[in-house]
């Protein structure tokens, strides 16, 4: 069974731009959530999805969205780009029933802005 | 809203030998589960194990086992005749309190390094 793949792995953007990710889950898992990680302020929890709703959301400005599609795959959007979006985004998906299913997370995309 | 801790931000292990991983965590719920997770070079977050709070056993994985103490909110993780593929950044995690299932809350991670 394929992994979760998040495309693209690397990315270079300029402030001011938008940019998306993507994410596809595991084959049958209906749950995607999104991460920031950087070196200042660690893993925090962006939003989750399920089943195309938004599930749950962190504390990130309204700059930061998601989505999803109805096959679960799902995208996060950052808009209007500034220096301190500059991290690794990482996706993971679940069967998403219960609190405490196992994440299965992607290998992230780096973001850089410059 | 939840805190998760982990006080070491680097431990180094001689090959073979046992090392422990410290995290404390703030929760005013009676029933969750508990992780950690590693992250190798590769970036990739693999699951270690899970505790479920409810059960008064404490969790193996193979070389990995925890010692959960509920009253005190710590959540250690020991990993036992330590291999170099052990090298890696671990990270404690509780699950969010804001509804879903998938959000968690991360500690701060402690690098992990192993000497041959």
């Known amino acids: 069974k394929a992994g979760v793949t998040q495309t693209p792995r690397y990315l270079i953007k300029t402030r001011g731009q938008q940019v998306t990710l993507s994410c596809s889950p595991i084959?049958?898992?209906?749950?995607v959530s999104w991460y920031q990680q950087t070196p200042g302020q660690g893993l925090q929890f962006l939003f989750e999805?399920?089943?195309?709703?938004?599930?749950n959301k962190g504390n990130f400005p309204g700059r930061f969205s998601g989505r999803q599609f109805s096959n679960s795959r799902s995208e996060m959007n950052v808009s209007t780009l500034e220096l301190g979006d500059s991290a690794l985004y990482l996706c993971a998906s679940s069967l998403g029933q219960a609190r405490g299913s196992p994440l299965h997370f992607g290998n992230g995309t780096r973001l850089t802005v410059t | 809203a939840q805190t998760v801790t982990q006080s070491q931000p680097e431990m180094s292990v001689q090959e073979a030998e046992t090392v422990t991983l410290s995290c404390t965590y703030d929760t005013s719920e009676s029933d969750y589960y508990l992780f950690w997770y590693k992250q190798p070079p590769s970036r990739q977050m693999i699951l270690v194990i899970r505790q479920e709070a409810y059960k008064q056993q404490n969790a193996t994985e193979n070389r990995f086992s925890v010692n959960f103490q509920k009253a005190a909110k710590s959540f250690s993780l020991k990993i036992s005749d330590s291999q170099l593929g052990d090298a890696a950044m671990y990270f404690c995690?509780?699950?969010?309190?804001?509804?879903?299932?998938?959000?968690?809350?991360f500690g701060k991670g402690t690098h992990l390094i192993i000497q041959p």
């Open positions: 084959s049958g898992h209906r749950s």
């Open positions: 999805y399920f089943s195309e709703t938004q599930r």
């Open positions: 995690a509780f699950p969010d309190s804001g509804g879903g299932a998938d959000g968690l809350t």
